[in-house]
């Protein structure tokens, strides 16, 4: 998602996120099996997850370095007012209607609450345009037209680094997910179908950051390698490591604590 924002501007990136978050909900408050529920955490967690990231590009965008960890951390103040008012919320929608609204109030509440970031944006964008101050949102509209399909699917895939994001993607998948099949596949991690997951998901693996640092096959690579030069970003993604480390073991820490 920051790749789209980067490639063709914040607000379509947004919009794009507040879609998919929106027919997230919608298809929770619609689902009539547990199916049609998990196929709607699809789309709630790509916008959710797509909407965290670019609020944290638009402080990157609209603060400085001194203030930029104190306005970072604006987004997640809201917890502080939810942790005790959640409760009574979902009581009142229970009580008055059913739980397909607790749900489907998010689809209309997510829309009007995005609209007066979206007209910022969009009425800076216009003013940015007047001034002369904008740069072209994508390097897509340099060179030829794009009036040929071929020439337009060669520079999307350039700009976008599809191919990296298809290594990276296939290379975690398939390492990940035979994790969680080791319990019913036959063998267990013996199975010839664990093994090959896995060493094809670290031969992709491997081949993902040649890829990137091909400028012939990655001119615009997903994760740029020079990077990993940098001390403030490695420090940075040591941080949100422990991190998310520490938010996702939090819970079980809790229910561990709580039966013992």
């Known amino acids: 998602m920051a790749k789209i924002a980067d490639v063709f501007g914040r607000l379509e990136a947004f919009t794009i996120c507040i879609i998919l978050y929106v027919l997230g909900y919608i298809q929770q408050s619609a689902s009539k099996n547990v199916q049609t529920f998990a196929a709607a955490q699809i789309f709630y967690s790509a916008g959710s997850t797509g909407v965290q990231i670019l609020q944290q590009i638009f402080i990157a965008d609209t603060s400085d370095m001194p203030n930029r960890a104190l306005f970072s951390s604006l987004p997640d103040t809201p917890f502080l007012v939810t942790t005790w008012i959640g409760s ?4 009142g929608i229970i009580s008055t209607t059913t739980w397909r609204w607790g749900y489907g109030i998010w689809a209309i509440i997510l829309p009007v609450a995005f609209l007066p970031l979206a007209l910022t944006l969009l009425l800076n964008s216009r003013r940015a345009k007047r001034m002369g101050l904008q740069q072209p949102k994508s390097r897509l509209a340099k060179g030829k037209p794009l009036t040929v399909a071929t020439t337009f699917v060669t520079s999307l895939w350039n700009e ?11 290379s975690f998948a ?17 199975s010839p179908t664990i093994i090959a997951l896995i060493v094809v998901g670290g ?7 040649l890829w990137e640092s091909s400028k012939k096959l990655a001119p615009h690579p997903l994760i740029p390698l020079e990077l ?3 001390r403030t970003f490695c ?19 809790s229910s561990l604590s709580s039966l013992v």
């Open 174 to 190: 398939l390492i990940l997910i035979p994790l969680t099949l080791t319990k019913s596949a036959p063998g267990g991690w013996q």
């Open 160 to 170: 976008l680094d599809i191919g990296g994001i298809i290594l990276l993607s296939a």
């Open 228 to 230: 990993l030069k940098s």
């Open 88 to 91: 009574i919320i979902a009581d």
């Open 203 to 209: 031969v992709l693996l491997i081949l993902f950051p």
């Open 235 to 253: 420090a940075g993604c040591g941080i949100a490591f422990f991190y998310f480390s520490k938010s996702r073991q939090h819970p079980n820490i």
